[in-house]
């Protein structure tokens, strides 16, 4: 075994913290350039597929190394100047050195190589990517860590990618422009008056995070500041002056979270200020969001997949329609107008009450929400009553289906399933489950995250022999 180790040691034609002159070759799953050396794997991150780079060699493992760029001998013409100077430590962005449209390409391909791993060559076509006309300041969400820094100074701003290393963000590119003016006020605020941030190594201090959501065509602002405990000192002198510095806070929130843990949010709020929610507006239609509830982070994006989503499950009046992880019930209620019923199933208790709200607010009388795990009450709340769907939309997190829901899918044999993805590995993996009866359509990836490694993407599934 020694001896194997040993001899496969050697066989590694590169070493550590030496310099290689390399051609970028292909690009790996979160945009990260990749090189061969006598067919020896090497990762280098910010670097683009044609490029000639000289790398230094940080890491070497027994399949393959990690590198990084030091200098772009031949740059790609896709190249761009980085227009962020965060990037690329911090972990919001992976793809500011590639133009857009490259970008979307590469989405793309990543979907392809993803279905082609899966399904074996061209068995399934996937479109071009949906762009943004305007892809910065798109996010209505945003998380920023507090802490402190090596001298005991307040600090906030973002974490560097895969680490828990606080370091500064100013104008990112990606978020509403009103998120980093309010957490920067607070972050002033806080070390006026000397308020400690939450230390994760001895758990102790007040402020762990700043999250701001804003309702991106209402411009109502939500502003949750996480709390390690129930006490926040002056605090009603931190609401005052937020609410006098920006007129659009329409609710600030305390949010306790005291565990040990990497979840921003925990799970008991105090409103400080305003109703504890605010509204927005998508297509025709208002949303009421909560704290805890999810909500798109792209509602441009947002209402250009759910219209695609309803467009391509062709619906008829006759419908029932179950729509899975509906979150506030966003998708089932730009349904509900052209079927018969809606059902949606989400386990966020808050975004039940909210999507129940939704559905008063916008005089939708055709649709029924529950609370609980997909996995748990699809059966119970609608199966076992002979509640059975002619079309399913399932929109999961980013682990996908489990396997209880794509049995009972295959078991209740809707005409069609529309699947909307955050993650294509799952999402491969379970549409290759559900072929057992399905026909899978193209594929349509949609970029709900620009200038990010990640995609979305919508798919029609038909049931194979539907009479
Ligand atoms: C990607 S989001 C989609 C939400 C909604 N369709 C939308 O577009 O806003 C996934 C949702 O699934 C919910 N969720 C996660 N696991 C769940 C489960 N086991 N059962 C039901 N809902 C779940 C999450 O809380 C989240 O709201």
Redesign the pocket.
């Known amino acids: 075994m020694q001896e194997k180790i040993r001899k496969n040691r050697e066989s590694i034609p590169i070493q550590k913290n030496q310099e290689y002159i390399v051609e970028i070759i292909d690009q790996g799953m979160d945009g990260e350039g990749i090189a061969k050396i006598e067919q020896f794997t090497i990762f280098v991150p910010n670097v683009l597929i044609g490029e000639k780079v000289k790398i230094l060699i940080v890491k070497v493992l027994p399949t393959h190394a990690f590198a990084k760029a030091i200098e772009i001998i031949v740059p790609s013409p896709h190249r761009v100047k980085e227009d962020c100077s965060s990037y690329p430590r911090c972990g919001g962005c992976n793809l500011r050195h590639m133009d857009y449209e490259t970008t979307l390409d590469f989405k793309q391909n990543k979907v392809e190589n993803i279905l082609q791993k899966t399904f074996g060559k061209e068995k399934i076509k996937v479109q071009k990517t949906i762009g943004m006309g305007n892809p910065y300041y798109y996010r209505n969400k945003a998380q920023y860590p507090v802490g402190q820094d090596k001298n005991g100074e307040l600090i906030w701003g973002v974490f560097a990618e895969r680490t828990h290393t606080i370091i500064p963000i100013r104008d990112c590119k990606i978020q509403d422009e009103q998120s980093e003016q309010i957490a920067y006020a607070i972050y002033q605020f806080l070390k006026s008056k000397k308020i400690t941030a939450y230390d994760e190594t001895k758990q102790i201090g007040y402020v762990r995070h700043i999250v701001i959501k804003i309702g991106k065509n209402t411009q109502e602002i939500m502003c949750i500041i996480v709390v390690n405990g129930k006490e926040l000192p002056y605090q009603q002198e931190l609401v005052d002056m937020l609410v006098q510095r920006f007129s659009h806070i329409k609710t600030i929130i305390q949010n306790c979270n005291t565990k040990n843990t990497n979840v921003i949010l925990g799970t008991e709020n105090h409103i400080l200020h305003g109703d504890g929610y605010i509204f927005d507006i998508l297509g025709d239609y208002t949303f009421k969001i909560s704290p805890m ?4 982070v792209n509602p441009v994006q ?1 209402e250009l997949l ?1 219209n695609l989503a309803i467009e391509k499950a062709e619906l008829t009046k006759e419908d029932i329609v179950f ?6 019930g ?2 089932g209620i730009f349904a509900a107008k052209y079927v018969k019923k809606v059902y949606g ?4 208790e808050q ?1 039940i009450a909210d999507a129940k709200e939704n559905a008063k607010i916008n005089q939708i009388h055709n649709i029924e929400f529950f609370a ?4 748990k009450i699809l059966y119970k709340k609608l199966l076992e009553k002979n509640i059975f769907p002619d079309v399913v939309i399932v ?3 980013r682990r996908g289906l ?1 396997n209880h829901t794509v049995q009972n899918l295959l078991a209740i044999e809707p005409r069609k399933i529309v699947y ?1 993805s ?1 993650n294509p590995a799952t999402f491969a993996r379970d549409i290759q489950v559900l072929t057992e009866k399905y026909e899978i359509g193209e594929v349509q990836p949609v970029d709900m995250f620009p200038f990010t490694s990640h995609v979305e993407c919508v798919a029609v599934l038909e049931l194979k022999n539907y009479q």
């Open positions: 509830s999810f909500y798109q947002a759910y729509d899975l992880y509906c979150g506030i966003t998708i199933i989400e386990i966020i975004a609980g795990d997909v996995e929109d999961p997190p489990d909307i955050c």
